[in-house]
């Protein structure tokens, strides 16, 4: 009798180790890397107080003085594993900032990382809060930089650029829907 206790009680311990170590694993499955994982980031200072190594950064980018002008590198990084093409865009890139902000001035600066093919790159244009960016195209691991001037909020209310199934593009860090895990045992099914 005192056996089959022990017999029983091995055996539920076996069963919850075993199932323990299957949530453990579906919780550990790695996320597959998107083809397209385009995302923003910025960094401001003050044109009237500016770093030396920021002034360096924004090369020949020299827009007017004034009082509560914000010097804006802005980014956009593509962490996928392909590239995306000026092609894949079904509209321009959009960055719509608050309505008390006014952009004064926006230029492309730099690629960073890998490079495309093609390095051209139209002007942004600007409208009042906004600016819009042409279809451009961003190796897999590489970046586009542009330098905006301009009087308030550096922060956008949103980057909108219509790209595989989404209108907008997240901010580096910022999770979405599709940021979920893989369970990779299921695909295997």
């Given at each position: 009798?005192?056996g089959?206790?022990?017999?029983?009680?091995m055996?539920?311990?076996?069963i919850?180790?075993?199932?323990?170590m299957?949530?453990?694993a579906?919780?550990?499955?790695?996320?597959e890397t998107?083809?397209?994982?385009?995302?923003?980031e910025?960094y401001?200072e003050?044109?009237d107080d500016?770093s030396?190594?920021?002034?360096d950064?924004?090369g020949?980018?020299?827009p007017?003085e004034?009082?509560?002008v914000l010097?804006?590198?802005?980014s956009?990084s593509?962490?996928?594993?392909?590239?995306?093409?000026?092609?894949?865009?079904?509209k321009?890139?959009?960055?719509?900032?608050?309505?008390?902000?006014?952009?004064i001035?926006?230029?492309?600066?730099e690629f960073?990382?890998?490079r495309?093919?093609?390095t051209?790159?139209?002007?942004?244009?600007?409208?009042g809060?906004?600016?819009e960016?042409d279809p451009?195209d961003?190796?897999?691991?590489?970046?586009?930089v542009?330098n905006?001037?301009?009087r308030?909020?550096?922060?956008?209310e949103?980057v909108?650029?219509?790209l595989a199934?989404?209108?907008?593009i997240?901010r580096?860090?910022?999770a979405?829907?599709?940021d979920?895990?893989?369970?990779?045992?299921?695909q295997q099914?």
């Amino acid at each position: 009798m005192m056996g089959q206790i022990i017999l029983y009680g091995m055996g539920a311990v076996l069963i919850l180790m075993v199932a323990l170590m299957i949530g453990n694993a579906r919780r550990k499955a790695r996320r597959e890397t998107p083809n397209h994982d385009l995302r923003y980031e910025f960094y401001a200072e003050p044109l009237d107080d500016i770093s030396e190594e920021f002034k360096d950064a924004l090369g020949d980018f020299a827009p007017p003085e004034g009082k509560g002008v914000l010097m804006v590198r802005l980014s956009f990084s593509n962490r996928g594993k392909a590239p995306v093409a000026r092609t894949d865009f079904t509209k321009p890139i959009v960055i719509v900032y608050p309505s008390f902000t006014q952009v004064i001035e926006a230029a492309f600066s730099e690629f960073r990382g890998a490079r495309p093919d093609t390095t051209s790159v139209a002007a942004p244009r600007v409208n009042g809060n906004s600016i819009e960016i042409d279809p451009l195209d961003i190796p897999a691991n590489g970046a586009v930089v542009f330098n905006i001037a301009l009087r308030g909020s550096p922060e956008p209310e949103g980057v909108y650029g219509p790209l595989a199934g989404r209108d907008r593009i997240l901010r580096l860090g910022e999770a979405s829907a599709d940021d979920t895990p893989i369970d990779r045992t299921a695909q295997q099914r």
